[in-house]
């Protein structure tokens, strides 16, 4: 079984500070990981990925997750909010090696809302 | 570059009524996929297409029907809407499966 747990469900930041999204995942099977952006009234738009290569993952926009297997975390930072950066973000989980299974975990999402 | 379309973007249904989500890419991706997405719930897989002629239920399947019409196109129908199904519903669509790239802007869909 695998499930996705994403601490915040909103965050609040300054333009121009540091972004953190957090999320824990818990897997059977050695996971892939991803961050999916929405903006509003949008279809999601991946973000990034870890797919078991380097553990630092750098994606589109300035953003960065960090693969932790020992604390099962992937958490997404950037160093610094932009007003366009305001969107739902999902991290989701998929289990590698469970071929069977067809179904992204997604978690229930992070509202990034970014001050002028 | 269109991406993703789908067709509705809105739609009012009563209960009983039946009706198909369209959905098109111009991408020549082989994988497609539709997803409900309900408040505080993430999304969830319907159905998934893993190339032309080819489907596989997902998580929520009941209720739900879907043809890969062709490499372009993957429909998915209700052919007896229920309260329960009132959702956004993304189309989405990847070169291969199983994790989707690219998502379609929703089909806002109310049964009453």
């Known amino acids: 079984a695998q499930s996705v747990t994403q601490l915040d469900s909103h965050v609040s930041v300054s333009e121009g500070t540091p972004v953190l999204l957090r999320c824990n995942y818990s897997s059977s099977y050695s996971p892939s990981l991803f961050w999916y952006v929405q903006h509003p009234n949008k279809g999601l738009q991946l973000l990034l990925k870890?797919?078991?290569?380097?553990?630092l993952v750098k994606g589109i926009n300035g953003f960065e997750a960090e693969f932790k297997k020992s604390e099962t975390s992937f958490h997404l930072t950037k160093p610094s909010a932009h007003m366009s950066d305001a969107a739902e973000y999902f991290c989701v989980v998929r289990p590698v090696g469970d071929t069977g299974r067809r179904a992204l975990t997604f978690g229930s999402g992070t509202r990034l809302q970014v001050q002028p | 570059n269109a991406g993703v379309t789908q067709t509705p973007k809105f739609q009012v249904l009563k209960t009983g009524q039946s009706m198909t989500l369209q959905c098109a890419q111009d991408?020549?991706?082989?994988?497609m996929y539709w997803y409900r997405q309900d408040p505080g719930m993430g999304l969830r897989l319907i159905y998934y297409?893993?190339?032309?002629?080819?489907?596989d239920k997902g998580e929520v399947p009941n209720g739900y029907n879907v043809s890969r019409l062709n490499k372009r196109e993957f429909s998915l129908r209700l052919e007896s809407a229920a309260p329960s199904q009132t959702s956004v519903y993304f189309c989405?669509?990847?070169?291969?499966?199983?994790?989707?790239?690219?998502f379609g802007d929703g089909t806002r869909l109310s049964i009453l």
């Open positions: 989405a669509s990847s070169e291969e499966g199983p994790t989707p790239q690219h």
């Open positions: 870890y797919t078991s290569a380097a553990t």
């Open positions: 991408m020549n991706h082989n994988s």
């Open positions: 297409s893993a190339s032309e002629g080819t489907t």
